[in-house]
T-cell receptor
Framework: GMPVEQNPPALSLYEGADSGLRCNFSTTMKSVQWFQQNHRGRLITLFYLAQGTKENGRLKSTFNSKERYSTLHIKDAQLEDSGTYFCAAEAGANAYKVIFGKGTHLHVLP | DMKVTQMPRYLIKRMGENVLLECGQDMSHETMYWYRQDPGLGLQLIYISYDVDSNSEGDIPKGYRVSRKKREHFSLILDSAKTNQTSVYFC?????????FGPGTRLTVL
């Protein structure tokens, strides 16, 4: 299967709702990053995790290397949260190798 | 204001022509990246640069080369552009975990 599988491919939420996105990995990864790409195509780094959980405002991300997954939770969704969310996992013991998921298209509805 | 810039923003070239994409950052970051993004996909790493004249191939380096003669500039060169190199190209820089992305260059090769 794909080294990085991202689910769901698309998601619609009403403002104020909570939701979670997930990435599953086919092998053990060293770290994971989560990015948001807005409707203008701009990319923003949300989180970098080598392990554990990080929170930033309404966003929280967890990375479990042993269980081979990472999650991104969005609390109290706002219209500006709409966009595409990518996870990217770092593999490779020596050379830097990063593998992106195909993204989750999030649409927050008023 | 921390910024990554890319020039040009849009470019149309014919097959076989040379292409030069420029990236600049004002944060004195050591590490810089070139990615491409194709429809429905996440980013794919083309090259990574750890500092001046310290460049490594990413996942899809074939058909590309890079140049980093100053820490703040990282160039991507296509010596003989091919139609399958039509894509959106993103440059990023990092010092530590967080990557800062440029606005992207949309390249069309006819």
């Amino acid at each position: 299967g794909m080294p990085v599988e991202q689910n769901p491919p698309a998601l619609s939420l009403y403002e104020g709702a909570d939701s979670g996105l997930r990435c599953n990995f086919s092998t053990t990864m060293k770290s994971v990053q989560w990015f948001q790409q807005n409707h203008r195509g701009r990319l923003i780094t949300l989180f970098y995790l080598a392990q554990g959980t990080k929170e930033n405002g309404r966003l929280k991300s967890t990375f479990n290397s042993k269980e081979r997954y990472s999650t991104l939770h969005i609390k109290d969704a706002q219209l500006e949260d709409s966009g595409t969310y990518f996870c990217a996992a770092e593999a490779g013991a020596n050379a830097y190798k990063v593998i992106f998921g195909k993204g989750t298209h999030l649409h927050v509805l008023p | 204001d921390m910024k990554v810039t890319q020039m040009p923003r849009y470019l149309i070239k014919r097959m076989g022509e040379n292409v030069l994409l420029e990236c600049g950052q004002d944060m004195s970051h050591e590490t810089m990246y070139w990615y491409r993004q194709d429809p429905g996909l996440g980013l794919q790493l083309i090259y990574i640069s750890y500092d001046v004249d310290s460049n490594s191939e990413g996942d899809i380096p074939k058909g590309y080369r890079v140049s980093r003669k100053k820490r703040e500039h990282f160039s991507l060169i296509l010596d003989s552009a091919k139609t399958n190199q039509t894509s959106v190209y993103f440059c990023a820089s990092s010092q530590g975990d967080e990557q800062y992305f440029g606005p992207g260059t949309r390249l069309t090769v006819l």
